[in-house]
Structure formats: C-alpha cells, structure tokens
C-alpha cells in the first residue's frame, strides 16, 4: 500500500509539473514518512510506560502495607494497571505461575526495557519490611526524572512542528506556482531539473537533520547483562 501510494503521488506530481526530479522526490517523501511516523509513535508510547510505571509503583506500595505478599499484590494490581503498562502488567502475573518471582521480573522489565522499570524491579528484590516505603521512593524519584524528559520532548516537539511548518508552506507555494505561475517555475525545466535535483537534495538534508534533533536518544538501562546477572 505504501508503494501504491507513492507511485500514485509521484504520478500526480509529474503529471501537474512535468517534472521527474519532484516526482522522485514525491514517491521518497511518501515512503519515509510512515518511518518517521512510526518512530515517533514509538516514542510516545515509551514516555507513556514511563508515565505509568510510578502509578503502579505506588499502587503496590499501598497494598504491600496490608501486609499481603508481594507475588499476591503483583498480580493483584496486574489487571488494574495503567493502560500503558497492563499487557506487560498482565503476562508479569501469568509468568509468576511458571517461573521464580525473580526471572518474571527479569522478563518484565526487558519488555518494557526502561530505566524507570528497572529501578522497580530493583526496589521489589529487596527484601524485609522496608519495601513499602523504598517503592514511595522509586515513584518519587521517577516523577522527577519524567519532568526532565517531558521539558526535553516539549522543546523538541517544537522543532517538529517547525518542521512540518516548513514543509507544508514550501509545498503550497510550490503548487501554487505550478498552477497560477507557471512562468516562475520555467527555470526548472529541461536541464533545469539538475538545479531542481541540487535544491531538493539540499531541502531533503536539512529535513534530515531536523529529524536527527528531534529524535532523541533511548534512555539507558539500568539492567544491562551485568546488572541482570548480578541480580539473578
């Protein structure tokens, strides 16, 4: 469908400016653009888990003052969890049924593979009356951390939109042009599609390295192989 769609704008795009180097470049933008979406979602999904994990965090912290034990409060909250984090939540609870408390942790927090997630399963391998309130901690701790990631994905958020701002003015004038003006654009025919090629290779590299900004780096975990191991 995504080549179908390419093929379909990359036609649209000729058969309106007759030019093959915009038309190239339409089908490239049509391809990459569900890339660049997907990665986003991702990222938004991460700081959503990230988001979550502290609820849960305080959430078994609560009922660990009832005096339950910790693999009953585990699957307790598994299916009250915060949407984000329920399936994760939820095969945490059914991995409690055919493996140690401490492997299902293991497992856990590799599937949600961050660091806020690692400090949790870091708090629930203590052990002895002091759980409840290192958990308060964690959550604590976690919130501020989250702060400092929702500031740096606002300022790059801005960068995005930018971004996008830039496109879709640069896209409308250029349609604009070819209908009301064709005129202006007579440069780009004939040998001046090498020109066109040069501008639009300029106009795809610094898009690139807008993405390159705004992307972000995956915070780092704390259970690495060594971490793990040293765990276990």
């Not at 030019?19 to 933008?29: D, H, I, K, P």
């Not at 997907?38 to 660990?64: G, I, N, S, T």
């Not at 958020?157 to 830039?166: D, K, N, V």
């Amino acid at each position: 469908m995504r080549v179908a769609a390419a093929l379909l704008a990359a036609t649209a795009v000729f058969l309106l400016t007759q030019w093959v180097t915009a038309a190239l470049a339409t089908a490239a933008g049509v391809l990459v653009a569900p890339s660049v979406r997907a990665r986003q979602q991702d990222q938004q999904a991460r700081l959503a888990k990230a988001e979550a994990l502290p609820v849960w965090c305080e959430m078994l912290r609560d009922m660990l003052q009832g005096a339950h034990g910790l693999e009953t409060v585990i699957k307790a909250t598994a299916h009250i969890a915060p949407m984000a984090i329920r399936a994760d939540t939820t095969l945490l609870a059914a991995d409690l049924n055919r493996m140690s408390l401490r492997d299902a942790l293991l497992a856990f927090a590799d599937r949600v593979a961050d660091p806020i997630c690692d400090q949790v399963v870091m708090g629930l391998r203590i052990e002895g009356g002091e759980l409840s309130s290192v958990l308060g901690s964690i959550a604590q701790s976690a919130r501020d951390g989250l702060e400092v990631r929702r500031h740096v994905d606002a300022g790059r958020a801005s960068y995005r939109w930018t971004a996008r701002f830039t496109i879709g003015v640069t896209l409308v004038f250029a349609l604009g042009l070819s209908i009301f003006d064709r005129k202006y654009l007579s440069a780009y025919d004939g040998y001046g599609q090498f020109l066109l090629l040069i501008v639009l290779a300029c106009f795809g590299l610094g898009l690139w390295m807008m993405a390159l900004v705004t992307r972000g780096e995956t915070p780092k975990r704390l259970l690495v192989a060594d971490g793990a191991e040293a765990l276990r």
